[in-house]
């Protein structure tokens, strides 16, 4: 079976408080004001930068936002003990290790720094980030990786906790499996 975790956050990874403490912390160091209602609320829903940043910083300049990433990132990668790691699917991966593929919208850095710091076995050629791999929906990089691993597998298993690439990735002829959010801010 080929299993396509189209997501990190979320699905093998509980980063919602780290990701939390991560911005707040980058708030505090760069004096600027931040909406923490907003915040969490984006988080536990999986969104991305891009989307919630107007509702938790307003206007901020285009510097301070690249430097509320980069302190963000610091912040990330000294606190990963404040990461939970999914269990369930971790073992669902184990068993398949050797045709596991994962999209994220994370950096490659990053999901990668994470898979390693837990031990979580997906073959480094197998990580596939938004950022960097051409076409900005999951459902492209999907198409793309089974390109990349010979065609149509005869058994595939999706993965993703977001209704919506559930729907597009099941309108594009797949089946998919939908994965509670895994976040640990909702109390």
């Not at 988080?43 to 980069?70: D, H, P, Y």
Request: net charge negative; glycine share 4%; charged share 20%.
């Amino acid at each position: 079976m080929t299993i396509l975790v189209l997501d990190r956050d979320g699905t093998l990874f509980d980063t919602c408080e780290l990701n939390f403490w991560s911005y707040s912390s980058a708030s505090e160091n760069l004096k600027v004001n931040l909406n923490q209602n907003a915040l969490q609320e984006s988080i536990c829903k999986g969104e991305s930068f891009s989307t919630f940043q107007l509702r938790v910083w307003g206007n901020v300049s285009s510097m301070e936002r690249e430097a509320l990433k980069s302190l963000k990132s610091e912040f990330f990668c000294r606190n990963l003990n404040l990461v939970r790691v999914n269990p369930e699917l971790t073992t669902l991966i184990e068993s398949n290790e050797d045709s596991v593929y994962m999209a994220t919208r994370a950096t490659l850095d990053s999901t990668k720094m994470l898979l390693d710091y837990f031990g979580v076995r997906i073959q480094k050629d197998n990580i596939y980030s938004t950022q960097t791999f051409p076409g900005s929906n999951k459902v492209t990089i999907m198409q793309n990786i089974l390109k990349i691993a010979g065609g149509l597998p005869a058994s595939i298993r999706l993965i993703d906790d977001s209704r919506e690439s559930i729907n597009e990735v099941s309108a594009a002829g797949f089946a998919a499996q939908l994965y509670p959010h895994y976040c640990s801010l909702k109390g």
